[in-house]
Nanobody, 116 residues
């Protein structure tokens, strides 16, 4: 089995920063693309950013220039550096990993609240 454990969420003031981490563990041969998604109350889950095993990245327009996704392949970990946070960034953030031969796995989610 594969587990994804997220950390780094919390309460931050508008304009502040947070760094999310997501570590994959278990029976992993290799991991392809990894990504971060978020779901705000009453809204559908949406893509925030993705990164391939080779380091190519993709961002939602709403976070371009403010968020940075990165990964450490040796640690099977993906990060999301979030700067200049806005109240509309408030959501539960989920990581996802595409594990070779096993498919896609989701983390349990971590709450990010941006409020003064």
């Amino acid at each position: 089995q594969v587990q994804l454990v997220e950390s780094g969420g919390g309460l931050v003031q508008p304009g502040g920063s947070l760094r999310l981490s997501c570590a994959a563990s278990g029976s992993i041969f290799s991991i392809g693309a990894m990504g971060w998604y978020r779901q705000a109350p009453g809204k559908q889950r949406e893509l925030v950013a993705t990164i391939t095993s080779g380091g190519s990245t993709n961002y939602a327009d709403s976070v371009k220039g403010r968020f940075t996704i990165s990964r450490d392949n040796a640690k099977n970990t993906v990060y999301l550096q979030m700067n200049t946070l806005k109240p509309e960034d408030t959501a539960v953030y989920y990581c996802k990993a595409n594990v070779a031969l096993l498919g896609g796995y989701w983390g349990q989610g971590t709450q990010v609240t941006v409020s003064s």
